[in-house]
């Protein structure tokens, strides 16, 4: 990788490393390791087009890069999806059973989107005085409920999932397991283990940062090292790293590495 790339990087400065980066690639065209940088650098970023067409390359260079080339145009191709939830043009896919409560969450959701916040809070405000409290133990330490500190998610989590992009509300799961991140990636879809009340299991990705940080001029939100609130209408929307509240504290989702919950 390059020096100076990873240089700027370090001082929280994503654009600046992507040019750096982009003339060292032009330099040496056919190194697989800084093309997958640099695909790394353009999720960073939000440019999930161009992201995309890294990893192709670098499978067309690096026979041994094709199952991290799988993995995350899928991935990629969830983000292009959470867009379209994000602008209020569709509602995610749910993993589970539905619930009522669920549905007027997501309902809510998409109000949002499109303007209606007051409409949104209201409805919002509804489902989350139906939605079941999931109490557990996060690393140790127990809670009697948990929910994103984003109140367009609640007690929902969002997945990159092999089978695309999806919802699963906390009720639905048994335990989630993470690991530190390793890699550049891993601050913008942190990889999570997950184990459902009814026995399967999912791998996938977490998105680390709330929608439209990538799009952000501020180089901390968009890598994921702070968080920043807003108060609207319909709650407080994040931006920067996700945040996970219980009833006595807030945890950086980078930092959670086991949540089980109670049997049901």
């Known amino acids: 990788m390059d020096a100076t790339a990873q240089t700027l990087l370090a001082q929280g400065e994503p654009a600046q490393a992507l040019q750096q980066l982009i003339q060292q690639v032009r330099r040496q065209p056919a190194d697989a390791a800084k093309r997958v940088f640099l695909f790394q650098l353009l999720a960073v970023l939000g440019q999930w087009s161009r992201a995309a067409d890294q990893l192709r390359a670098c499978g067309e260079l690096d026979a041994t890069t094709q199952p991290l080339v799988h993995t995350y145009l899928a991935v ?60 557990g133990v996060l690393d140790g330490e127990r809670f009697q409920w948990l929910a994103d500190a984003d109140t367009r998610f609640g007690p929902c989590i969002e997945l990159m999932l092999d089978s695309g992009y999806a919802w699963a509300p906390l009720s639905q799961i048994q335990q989630l397991r993470m690991q530190a991140p390793l890699d550049l990636r891993d601050t913008v879809w942190a990889p999570v283990s997950v184990l459902w009340r009814n026995g399967g299991q999912a791998f996938g990705y977490l ?50 590495r086991d949540v089980r919950f109670d049997a049901g």
């Open 76 to 135: 990629l191709q969830g983000e292009q999806t959470r867009a379209e939830v994000f602008a209020g043009k569709r509602l995610p896919r749910v993993m589970g059973e539905p619930a009522g409560w669920l549905a007027m969450h997501l309902q809510a959701l998409q109000l949002a989107a499109q303007g209606h916040g007051e409409q949104a809070a209201a409805l919002r405000a509804q489902a989350f005085e139906r939605a079941p409290a999931s109490a």
């Open 207 to 256: 998105p680390v940062r709330y929608p439209g940080s990538e799009h952000l001029d501020a180089g901390e939100l968009q890598l994921a090292r702070r968080t920043e609130w807003t108060h609207v209408a319909q709650g407080e929307i994040g931006l920067g790293q996700r945040m996970w509240s219980t009833e006595s504290r807030e945890i950086a989702l980078l930092d959670v």
